[in-house]
């Protein structure tokens, strides 16, 4: 049975399109995917991302565990900072995307972390079974909505609905910072390219702040145009974009693996150190359709260089055209080809995003 989120009698009252997703009965979209999608893009759209999997981290040495879970660095991060992450396994395989927050002084847990909702479980899993001894206890917070409030109007339209004192903060995040007062956690992240916060609050409180934030201008927004919209950025999806069976050096984010201190032995290293000697024999890379069609994940694209497969594609609404992102030789540029049901379409290697803060930025 699939699970549903406090919000849940929101979206059905508002004409949502409801499908499974990650376990959970989600909205795809309130009537019009591209209406919503350009609504983020121009002014700002509200996002239901409760299925996410909130777990919030303490114990004797909460640090030192992070440190060899997460292939980043959370040793860098100062309490109010953020930093997006993988979670690998000991071959270098992405068991999962993440953003782990070192939480204000004062705060209930120092670690707050946010993964995906399809890979709960097993996420779950593999955090618990990393601990040695009681350096980390891990508490999953069922008790909270999280809404993703995204757009060029989206801060100055939802300061007014945080508590006074947490405004003024909220306001002045830069990216990946975060700020909270009175049980409400405001973070200035997101999946769409665009300004804004993902906020955290008591679920009781979770339908009345959506109704004010309707109100207040943002467009109900679903899960159809949250992918088309961190297509355009050029965000990864798990389960297409990575996976266990690829590393981040193969799938655009070797920004994401800190290889300093050199002492640090997070679980995948060794593995990345060797991938990373030999050199990675492919890279994810961006493509946009010179031709009319739409290209798709699992479609062949031909180049120089050889062979190679499109991990997540569609339109894009903001470019009008078709755009992916897709797994080729390391050494493939320029031209190449994409087999749309056995037709060669020509199209073209960039590097992304395509799209962000409502500017194109390929030709």
Known sequence: MTRRTALHDRHVAAGAMMVPFGGWDMPLHYGSQIEEHHAVRRRAGIFDVSHMTVVDVDGADPGAYLARLLANDTG????????????????????????????????????????????????????????????????????????ALQGPAARALAAPLLPPGLRAAALALPPFHAAEEGGIFVGSTGYTGEDGWEA???????????????????????????????????????????????????????????????????????????????GPAARLVGLVLADRGVMRRGQKVHT???????????FSPTMNRSIALARVPTGAAGECQVDIRGALKPARIVKPPFVRNGRVLVD
């Open 76 to 147: 860098r991060l100062v309490p109010g900072r953020a930093l997006y992450s993988c979670m690998l396994n000991a071959d270098g395989g992405v068991v999962d995307d993440l953003i782990v927050y070192r939480r204000a002084a004062g705060a209930p847990t120092p670690w707050r972390v946010v993964v995906n909702a399809a890979t709960r479980e097993k996420d779950l899993a593999w955090m618990q079974a990393a601990i040695r001894g009681d350096e980390a206890r891990l508490r999953v917070r069922e008790d909270l909505v999280m809404v």
């Open 304 to 314: 120089a260089a050889g062979a190679g497969e499109i991990t997540s594609g569609g």
């Open 200 to 278: 955290l609050l008591p679920a009781a409180a979770g339908p009345r702040f959506w109704d004010a934030a309707v109100a207040a201008g943002f467009a109900p927004s679903g899960l159809g145009a949250r992918d088309t919209l961190r297509l355009e950025a050029g965000m990864n999806l798990y389960g297409q974009d990575m996976d266990e069976g690829t590393s981040p050096l193969v799938s655009g984010l070797a920004w994401t693996v800190a290889w300093e201190p050199a002492g640090r032995d997070f679980t995948g290293r060794a593995a990345l150190e060797r991938e990373r000697a030999a």
